[in-house]
């Protein structure tokens, strides 16, 4: 059996799941999410916890099954605590900052990059730390939105300027040889 898929999802305080045959609807403090799943996947809530079984042994629902819970894992934390990703903007007068809903990068264009949240994310900028932290409940979409910002300007491999998540390492290039 699939470890993760045979893990137990457990429903913090607030959340509630409602299942009609093989479409999952999560709703908490911080948004509703509804996604459907294979029919071969036995979703069942019993007193808070939720559990994810499969019908057979088969190649396709064994695969299935590991992604089906995570997917409904990611739902209910999503919607009780939410997600965040963090990028970090590297470079002499590269800046970020908010104005209203929309994120403003400006990072050596000759025009200032604006970029507008989709609904259920937001953004957060910090000039000390130049660093913009995305926001929401669905994590495909603050990951995808948080791709995205990166593609703006991604980080180069010689003077690291650019903008990066915050746990990503650049590998540095030497420049130049001929200077001594």
Known sequence: MSRIGRLPVV???????????????????????????????????????LEV?????????????????????????????GFERILEVNGVGYRAEVQGDNLVLYVGYSHPVVMEPPQG???????????????????????????????VRPPEPYKGKGIKYLEEKIRRKAGKAGKV
Do not use: W
């Open 11 to 49: 429903l913090p305080q607030g959340v509630e799941v409602t299942i009609d045959g093989s479409s999952v609807h999560v709703k908490g403090p911080k948004g509703e999410m509804q996604q459907s799943f294979p029919p071969s996947m036995q979703i069942s809530v019993n007193e808070g916890v």
């Open 53 to 81: 079984g499969r019908a057979t042994d088969g190649r396709t629902d064994r695969s299935l099954h590991g992604m089906t819970r995570a997917m409904i894992n990611n739902m209910v934390v999503g919607v009780s605590t």
């Open 121 to 151: 994310i937001s953004f957060d900028a910090d000039m000390k730390t130049r660093q913009i932290k995305v926001k929401g409940y669905n994590k495909q979409l603050v990951g995808q939105v948080a791709a995205d910002i990166r593609k």
